[in-house]
């Protein structure tokens, strides 16, 4: 089954804590990003990978690092999580942006940071 | 700065009802709209639109695009409380940032 698949899907955690949420697909897709998604926000993105070791940075990059060393895998990693970085984050993944495909969503990670 | 604005934000009907929600945007070049239905959990597609006037049809939910109007409409006919959800309305720019530029969404609630 076509997936992209996000771990964990809840996470607790206390300030300055390092963490790494994953994210895989196995649709062999070209291009991944994440988001985060606040109340009255919206999604709004984070990092998007192009290709494999070909990263950049969306519209809310700070806090956040993320690496593309397999084309399948494209974690998220908090070197220090804040509380204003608890949130709703979502991976996804699409074949090629060029080529007109939708994006498909991990189930989502619900992260709190205390 | 590329925009999308959805509308209404919030909608309650009652089952039979017809609805249509609205997404307009502002990009600098625009590729494609998107719409997705967003219940408890993931975002999960429903079209794609690339060009203006040709109505995507799925059941009872269809959309279309108006290119000069740089909006869309989703409509949903004979509504059920299944298709309670929050309805995001996305952008893809040509080039740039290959990003998805969201809408902040339309959350309907369908009562029976």
Not at chain 1, 85 to 105: G, I, P
Request: proline share 4%; net charge positive; aromatic share 8%.
């Amino acid at each position: 089954e076509a997936q992209v698949t996000q771990n964990p899907r809840y996470l607790i955690t206390v300030t300055g804590k390092k963490l790494t949420v994953t994210c895989s697909q196995n649709m062999n897709h070209e291009y991944m990003s994440w988001y985060r998604q606040d109340p009255g926000l919206g999604l709004r993105q984070i990092y998007y990978s192009m290709n494999v070791e070909v990263t950049d940075k969306g519209d809310v990059p700070e806090g956040y690092k993320v690496s593309r060393k397999e084309k399948r895998n494209f974690p998220l990693i908090l070197e220090s999580p804040s509380p204003n970085q608890t949130s709703l984050y979502f991976c996804a993944s699409s074949s090629n942006r060029r080529t007109n495909t939708e994006a498909f969503f991990g189930q989502g990670t619900r992260l709190t940071v205390v | 700065e590329d925009k999308v604005v959805q509308s209404p934000l919030s909608l309650v009907v009652h089952e039979g009802d017809t609805v249509t929600l609205n997404c307009s945007y502002e990009v600098t070049n625009f590729r494609s709209l998107l719409w997705y239905k967003q219940e408890k959990k993931a975002p999960t597609f429903l079209f794609m639109l690339t060009s203006s006037g040709i109505e995507k049809k799925s059941g009872r939910l269809s959309s279309i695009l108006d290119k000069k109007e740089l909006s869309s409409i989703l409509n949903i006919t004979a509504t059920q409380t299944g298709d309670s959800a929050i309805y995001l309305c996305a952008v893809v720019p040509q080039g740039g940032s290959e990003k998805l530029v969201f809408g902040k969404g339309t959350k309907l609630t369908v009562n029976p």
